[in-house]
């Protein structure tokens, strides 16, 4: 059977002929979550030695009254603050060092956190201090007794790569202002019922499609236009053939003039102004037969 390396003995590592030194120095980086780990703290000779060996991943292990784990592991230690010994943060390198660059001696850290009655995180903001910037630490602590221990990784959020991975990543609303319509220059048009963009509005359309108005709505899950000619070509030039928009009369402007007056379906399929080439292929059910006006604002 494979010799487990999470588990094992001095006496065990000496017996596959691992030297003395070899062999502690595995001891001494404990634990391990894979052989690979357990190799690259050895020497070339000394790492083929373990090849045979095998290692069941853990996050701590315990040997002659000693806790080992690494960074970032929450641990409930029996026996409250009377039970340790010592406790110790560091660089595995150098076990028990207390020394700049090395490591730091963090019992009385460790007692006051058992005092509180409070769960133990081997992180430098539990411990309060950094011995070794950079360095992935080890934390050691020696008890009298080591029954009842038992450790686990704490909760932290999950990090992602980008916002858009973050399942309640706020979903984003566009609200974007149709172009210059007939009656936005010419006050006589007011009285004349759903005044289609000028060319002034068609250019002013189109230049917003090369812009933050014209990515918004194409990258938009959904878009939703009034059933108002200048709404829809509006959208149409922005999507430019890159996609339909969904016809709602609920959110046409609230009627102040004739001008906020729709058009029947009929008529509009058959219009032929810039941007409505294809609002027969539009979803929605805003375009009614008889839409006149809507009462939302």
């Given at each position: 059977m494979a010799l487990e390396l999470?588990?094992?003995?001095?006496?065990e590592l000496l017996a596959i002929g691992l030297d003395a030194e070899a062999a502690q120095r595995l001891l001494q980086f404990r634990p391990y979550q894979c052989l690979d780990?357990?190799?690259?703290?050895?020497?070339?000779?000394?790492?083929?030695?373990?090849?045979?060996?095998?290692?069941?991943?853990?996050?701590?292990?315990?040997?002659?009254?000693?806790?080992?784990?690494?960074?970032?592991?929450?641990?409930?230690?029996?026996?409250?603050?009377?039970?340790?010994?010592?406790?110790?943060f560091g660089d595995p390198e150098f076990p028990w060092k207390d020394e700049?660059?090395?490591?730091?001696?963090?019992?009385?850290?460790?007692?006051?956190?058992?005092?509180?009655?409070?769960?133990?995180?081997?992180?430098c903001a539990c411990l309060g201090c950094d011995p070794v910037?950079?360095?992935?630490?080890?934390?050691?602590?020696?008890?009298?007794?080591?029954?009842?221990?038992?450790?686990?990784?704490?909760?932290?959020?999950?990090?992602?790569?980008?916002?858009?991975?973050?399942?309640?990543?706020?979903?984003?609303?566009?609200?974007?202002?149709?172009?210059?319509?007939?009656?936005?220059?010419?006050?006589?048009?007011?009285?004349?019922?759903?005044?289609?963009?000028?060319?002034?509005?068609?250019?002013?359309?189109?230049?917003?499609?090369?812009?933050?108005?014209?990515?918004?709505v194409r990258a938009a899950e959904l878009v939703v236009t009034s059933p108002l000619k200048r709404a829809m070509q509006t959208a149409g030039l922005l999507l430019g053939g890159s996609g339909h928009a969904e016809v709602d009369s609920g959110i046409s402007e609230r009627w102040s003039a004739p001008c906020d007056e729709g058009t029947a379906k009929s008529e509009l399929v058959l219009a032929r102004h810039p941007g409505l080439e294809e609002i027969s292929e539009w979803k929605g059910h805003g375009l009614t037969e008889a839409v006149t006006s809507s009462p939302c604002s």
């Open positions: 999470n588990s094992c003995t001095l006496e780990e357990a190799q690259k703290v050895q020497d070339r000779s000394a790492a083929s030695s373990l090849a045979g060996c095998s290692v069941l991943p853990s996050s701590v292990t315990a040997g002659h009254r000693v806790l080992q784990c690494y960074e970032d592991m929450k641990l409930l230690l029996p026996g409250g603050s009377e039970n340790v010994l010592r406790a110790w700049i660059g090395k490591g730091a001696s963090c019992t009385d850290a460790v007692k006051e956190v058992l005092r509180a009655n409070r769960p133990l995180i081997t992180s910037p950079g360095v992935w630490k080890q934390f050691r602590v020696e008890l009298m007794t080591l029954d009842g221990y038992t450790a686990e990784e704490p909760f932290y959020p999950k990090l992602y790569e980008t916002v858009e991975e973050v399942p309640s990543y706020p979903q984003w609303v566009a609200f974007v202002r149709h172009a210059q319509a007939g009656h936005n220059v010419d006050r006589a048009l007011i009285e004349k019922p759903d005044n289609p963009l000028t060319e002034v509005g068609v250019a002013q359309a189109l230049k917003a499609k090369e812009g933050p108005a014209g990515a918004a």
